[in-house]
């Protein structure tokens, strides 16, 4: 070797490397998850020490989601060590009401669970991350774990339980979000139907059924909640938190939130500061 040349060290344990795997079909309906990986040695993740899974739900208005949206964010978890699952679910554009974007995502959950051992995946460690309609998504399957009123036949037997929620300006009251697009511009009706079915007379006791506000009972357990909401936001009040904060303090649960302030809806509400939070509550719930 060439005496001044300078040296560095190797990383045998091939920290802060990811690898992105899909995607990956995880139901029989057709649905895809993309799953991001810490490195594991020699690609042997038989002798890899099972890491905790973020399944993170990107808003769509409960259509088709991006799965490529959020991947340069959520990859940095995968090189800290984090799996990260970005998942699909059925659009309720294409025919499929309410709750089968819910039913979808919980199959997602499980077939996590089913393949653990296959990728190295903690089973007990699974936090629910979501944005807009995704994190209407992550609050009900926070509030609805193993409930059997979603569950479709595919892992008839493995838990769809989530161990910490994260959700960002999402949904939480739709009675009080469709009033407020009514007043505001006219919500159209083709649009609820598509959502909640064609009878106009049921939609409010659908609404009600899917807001995770209606779903909370006091003295149930829940897993932690960490809300974010931008206080200019536009298309999703943030009263809508506000109302989801209280109910689950009244209720006896672990709440934490914040107010992004001006923040609109995307866009500008992810600040550095908004990841930091993010950031350390994974951290602090999940190493």
């Not at 991006?66 to 659009?91: D, Q």
């Not at 709440?255 to 350390?280: K, P, Q």
Request: a negative charge; one cysteine or more.
């Amino acid at each position: 070797m060439i005496p001044e040349l300078m040296h560095l060290p190797m990383n045998p344990e091939l920290k802060g490397q990811a690898e992105l795997i899909g995607p990956l079909t995880y139901s029989r309906n057709g649905q895809k998850l993309i799953l991001m990986l810490p490195w594991a040695p020699k690609d042997d993740r038989t002798h890899r020490a099972p890491c905790p899974v973020i399944l993170f739900v990107q808003g769509s208005a409960w259509t088709f989601p991006n799965l490529n949206y959020e991947i340069p964010m959520l990859s940095r978890y995968a090189e800290e060590g984090f799996a990260v699952a970005t998942v699909t679910h059925r659009s309720i554009a294409d025919g499929f009401p309410f709750p089968a974007f819910l039913e979808d995502v919980k199959c997602a959950v499980r077939f996590l669970r089913a393949h653990a051992a296959q990728y190295a995946l903690d089973p007990e460690r699974i936090a629910a991350f979501g944005t807009s309609s995704g994190g209407h998504t992550v609050c009900m399957l926070g509030l609805t774990g193993d409930d059997p009123a979603f569950r479709t036949a595919e892992y008839p037997d493995v838990s769809d339980s989530v161990c910490s929620v994260i959700s960002c300006f999402g949904p939480t009251d739709l009675n009080d979000l469709f009033a407020f697009y009514h007043h505001r511009k006219g919500e159209p009706n083709e649009w609820l139907a598509s959502a909640f079915g064609p009878d106009a007379d049921a939609w409010d006791e659908q609404m009600r059924r899917y807001s995770p506000t209606a779903l909370i009972r006091d003295g149930q357990p829940y897993p932690p909640f960490l809300l974010l909401h931008g206080t200019a936001d536009t298309v999703v009040p943030v009263r809508q938190m506000d109302a989801l904060y209280t109910r689950l303090k009244e209720a006896g649960a672990k709440v934490t939130a914040w107010y992004v302030d001006g923040a609109e809806h995307e866009g500008n509400f992810w600040s550095r500061e908004v990841r930091i939070v993010i950031h350390n509550e994974l951290m602090r719930l999940m190493l």
